[in-house]
């Protein structure tokens, strides 16, 4: 069983950055790795998603060019750098492991994810 452990969320204003960790423990080797968002009111959005390998990325076309997902394999710990933060960008973020990539669309069920972390909130001020 996958653990994940979340860090790093806070306030913010506009344009500013932020840096998540997501620490896992247990065996993670050939799982994907989410960053998956819930604004308030609103559903789950996925973020982005990295491989096992941390070789292959994936980003919402909301966040794209904005952020930078990646992994330090030896420390088991996945990251998000959020840059030019928007006020959109207001939610608890979660990061989640899955052995599978799903479909990357707004429609595909993330809350199926295998496992989940507890959230991180970000806030970003106009």
């Known amino acids: 069983q996958v653990q994940l452990v979340e860090s790093g969320g806070g306030s913010v204003q506009a344009g500013g950055s932020l840096r998540l960790s997501c620490k896992a423990s247990?065996?993670?080797?050939?799982?994907?790795m989410y960053w998956v968002r819930q604004a308030p009111g609103k559903g789950l959005e996925w973020v982005s998603v990295?491989?096992?390998?941390?070789?292959?990325?994936y980003y919402a076309d909301s966040v794209k060019g904005r952020f930078t997902i990646s992994k330090d394999i030896a420390k088991n710990t996945l990251y998000l750098q959020m840059n030019s933060l928007k006020p959109e960008d207001t939610a608890m973020y979660y990061c989640?492991?899955?052995?599978?990539?799903?479909?990357?669309?707004?429609?595909?069920?993330?809350?199926?994810?295998?496992?989940w972390g507890q959230g991180t909130q970000v806030t970003v001020s106009a």
């Open positions: 989640a492991a899955d052995r599978f990539l799903r479909a990357l669309r707004n429609d595909t069920s993330w809350k199926d994810l295998r496992s």
């Open positions: 247990g065996f993670t080797f050939g799982y994907w």
């Open positions: 990295i491989d096992s390998g941390g070789s292959t990325t």
